[in-house]
């Protein structure tokens, strides 16, 4: 049977085809699978990266395009922050090809996008997904083009840059530069390599979870998440559940989302209890990555902070800076924005013994 996408809005399933990014309704989309029957043992069968766990993913089983693009993504070192706080674990995400955790979603997807016998695809992205896209294309020769601000990281737009992919830099809010990149996926008819409306890109940061079960050998109480558009936060989710699901853990850990306090419509919504989060003014973040006035996903995002029993944290411009010099004082050079990460720890009232994991997303050479 053909795959197919149920509209997260209305419940419309729709055919999967290249030029098909969400629903007529206006709704994201999602794809029509039960959960993942997990085979632990088959995982053994896989190179040592996030295609380990290939069989859970929603791909024909014999595919192998994925082998000629994967660059080793995935596997990050969980590594103890500090010896003096032995249940304090970071997971080193800038250790991946382009060096954030973007290529995660940018490998499956763009693998997906292989097997749909893509030529082109168009991306709009504060930066790392863009490159990371860019990087995936290519390595299959697709051709790319990525929507940015004329105000993202020099050395980000560099990065797109160097692996070929035509840049349009759009003055503007991140709004006005999806809704560019959008008008030129539907006047041209091309694939939308979207990491906040393509659900491939969460078949591949749900590979967060599925690294953390094995490098702990069960689940931490809690994870700190940076929040934007969510593709870490719901990727991490739907891994947890999987594995929950299939009775490999107990529990999924409790989600403490982090947003900027200068652009944080999902910590508004959380706070006032609302399902879905409103249009925010962007007040201007250091966190570029994080800087999402209006997250498509945010009921999805929402819901997911609110099973785990979660919370959402809001971090002031000098705690980023501050959190960023810590950090580098233990060794770890992060990008502005992953340096939200940490603050968000620190403002954390944490429970004795409780066992938390944050992601170092970008490496620190990304940003001045
Ligand atoms: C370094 C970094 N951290 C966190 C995020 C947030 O990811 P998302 O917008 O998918 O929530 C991004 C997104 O670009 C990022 O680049
Ligand atoms: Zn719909």
């Not at 969400?22 to 794809?31: P, R, S, T, W």
């Not at 053994?44 to 766990?53: A, D, E, F, H, I």
């Not at 382009?98 to 490998?107: H, P, Q, V, W, Y």
């Amino acid at each position: 049977m053909m795959e197919q996408y149920i509209c997260n809005n209305c419940g419309k399933k729709h055919d999967i085809t290249p030029t098909l990014w969400k629903c007529e309704c206006g709704g994201v989309l999602n794809i029509v699978k039960d959960t993942p029957k997990i085979d632990v043992a088959a995982w053994n069968n896989y190179p040592n990266s996030l295609w380990r766990y290939f069989e859970t993913m929603p791909f024909a089983k014999d595919s192998k395009t994925w082998e000629s693009i994967t660059m080793g993504e995935g596997q990050s070192p969980l590594i103890v922050l500090d010896p003096l706080e032995l249940n304090t674990y970071v997971k080193v995400e800038y250790m991946m090809p382009t060096l954030s955790f973007k290529d995660r979603g940018a490998a499956v997807l763009i693998a997906k996008a292989k097997d749909l016998g893509v030529s082109k695809v168009i991306a709009d992205s504060s930066g790392n997904a863009g490159t990371a896209i860019a990087a995936y294309a290519a390595r299959c020769n697709i051709a790319c083009e990525i929507y940015l601000s004329d105000e993202t990281s020099p050395k980000k737009i560099a990065q797109v840059k160097a692996h070929g992919a035509t840049i349009k830099e759009i003055q503007g809010t991140r709004e006005d530069i999806a809704a560019a990149a959008q008008k030129a996926v539907d006047e041209g008819k091309v694939f939308y390599a979207s990491h906040v409306y393509n659900p491939y890109f969460y078949e591949g940061t749900k590979t967060y979870a599925y690294e953390i079960y094995e490098q702990l050998n069960g689940v931490p109480d809690s994870l700190i998440i940076p929040v934007g558009n969510g593709t870490l936060l719901l990727g991490a989710y739907y891994g947890f559940i999987e594995l929950f699901e299939n009775r490999l853990i107990e529990k999924v850990p409790k989600i403490i989302a982090i947003q900027a306090a200068n652009c944080a419509p999902l910590v508004s919504a959380y706070e006032n209890g609302d399902a879905t989060a409103a249009l925010v003014t962007n007040k201007g973040t250091l966190a570029e990555g994080i800087a999402i006035a209006a997250p498509a996903r945010s009921k999805q995002i929402l819901e997911a902070v609110r099973k785990t029993n979660g919370i959402f944290i809001d971090i002031k411009e000098d705690e980023i800076l501050s959190a960023r010099a810590i950090l580098a004082d233990k060794g770890f050079y992060v990008e502005v924005t992953t340096a939200a990460n940490y603050a968000g720890y620190i403002k954390y009232k944490k429970a004795p013994n409780e066992k938390i994991i944050i992601p170092l997303c970008g490496a620190g050479i990304k940003s001045k």
